[in-house]
């Protein structure tokens, strides 16, 4: 199994960058930060709901299991790679740690040993434990990227890219569990301990939102902003679970608190524009428009969503357009394929229909059964 290991210059240059979040409406918006220094600020009391609290807790333990691991495969291995290469190839190496990749489970690093499967977060403090504790010097290292959508319980989700880097020998180098290629144009930030913690309780807040069980994200929200307060997409996603929860003027403050930390966070623009635009708040909601309606054409959900509308309409060679470039944005989202096929049905392309139908039947989890991915008029589409 190959592990993705890439020597990489000294100089962390600075950079906006985005991380898993959530966000309210038809076709929900993920969103970007920037760290920006700022002074404590009130949280809004979540009403008529559990109060959860959460204590934090060091993402970074090392177990007894971890430092046997560590003396088996590191210190006592004699390797022209060095220490870094030896504890990477450890972690990966299906005969050792066997780590497997799964972007939607977040550990700390002792459970993520224990359980040997994780996101990019937790992979990072897995290894970043382990590399410190072999005396190496190890941090979080956060890559700006294109976002990377995807949709869970009727939530958009973008997940941006988080990876470790370890000092050996005088040498930096970036280990990536998802082993995806880097760019040379890429830019990346040094992140500290403490913001990866604030990560890790928004990820779990988030999981919690996805399940709507809004005390439980809230709690882990409010511990992600008591560990680092100046997080948009932190602020932006209480302002979700406010806007679920009827709490539209705490909403609105958390959407605020977000903009004045990063004004071009794109969640908070779409969230507070809808809001002011239902509020009947013409003028505020106009000074949002221009910029709220480019966050959309980016989305591919919400692509969907106007192709639907579309269809509705019986504009189908337009929601076709819609649909294909949504599908750009995202390949892999069985819906868009079935939508397509439909769309390119009611316009006569009946071959391509049932292409994108097959396309559809393919991409379905595994907890969609494919026959019940069908048109709602086949009786023009030709035998595969």
């Known amino acids: ?9 000294k100089v962390h240059s600075q950079s906006n960058a985005f991380r898993l979040a959530a966000a309210w409406l038809a076709a929900s918006w993920l969103a970007a930060c920037a760290s920006t220094s ?21 993402v970074l333990e090392i177990s007894p299991e971890m430092k046997q691991f560590i003396e088996a495969h590191v210190n006592n291995k004699s390797t022209n790679g060095g220490r870094a290469w030896s504890l990477a190839y450890a972690a990966m190496d299906p005969y050792l740690l066997d780590f497997e990749y799964d972007p939607l489970v977040t550990l700390t690093a002792r459970d993520a040993f224990r359980e040997k499967t994780g996101n990019c977060l937790t992979f990072s403090n897995m290894f970043i434990a382990m590399a410190r504790e072999a005396g ?14 995807s949709n869970v319980n009727d939530t958009s989700l973008v997940s941006m890219h988080i990876n470790a880097a370890v000092e050996d020998r005088g040498v930096d180098y970036v280990i990536d569990v998802s082993r995806r290629k880097t760019e040379p144009y890429e830019e990346v930030r040094r992140l500290s301990d403490q913001e990866a913690e604030a990560q890790f309780y928004n990820n779990l807040g988030v999981d919690a939102l996805i399940d709507n069980d809004l005390a439980t994200a809230y ?29 539209t003027d705490a909403a609105k403050t958390a959407y605020q608190t977000a903009l004045e930390i990063d004004p071009q966070h794109s969640v ?19 000074a949002l428009a221009a910029r709220v309606e480019k ?11 106007l192709a639907e509308i579309a269809n509705d309409e019986e504009r189908y060679s337009d929601a076709v357009i819609l ?27 009946t071959k391509k229909a049932r292409v994108s139908l097959a396309r559809a039947k393919k991409l379905a989890p595994p907890e969609i059964d494919p026959g019940s991915i069908t048109l709602a008029d086949e009786s023009g589409l030709p035998d595969s």
């Open 219 to 247: 709690a882990y929200l409010k511990t992600a902003l008591e560990t680092r307060t100046e997080l948009a997409y932190v602020w932006s996603n209480l302002g979700v679970i406010y806007r679920r929860n009827d709490q």
């Open 268 to 286: 908070s623009l779409n969230n507070l524009y809808l809001i002011l635009e239902e509020e009947g708040q013409i003028e505020a909601a106009e």
């Open 1 to 9: 199994m190959a592990v993705h290991m890439k020597v990489m210059p």
């Open 295 to 305: 966050i959309r054409r980016n989305n591919p959900y919400y692509l969907h969503y």
């Open 323 to 349: 649909l294909n470039r949504a599908i750009r944005l995202e390949k892999s989202e069985y819906r868009f394929h079935q939508t397509l096929a439909q769309s390119q049905n009611s316009i006569g392309q």
């Open 38 to 58: 700022v002074t404590s600020r009130n949280i809004p009391e979540l009403k008529n709901l559990p109060n959860y609290q959460f204590s934090r807790i060091d």
């Open 136 to 149: 190496l010097d190890a941090w979080y290292r956060e890559v700006n990227i294109p976002a990377e959508w």
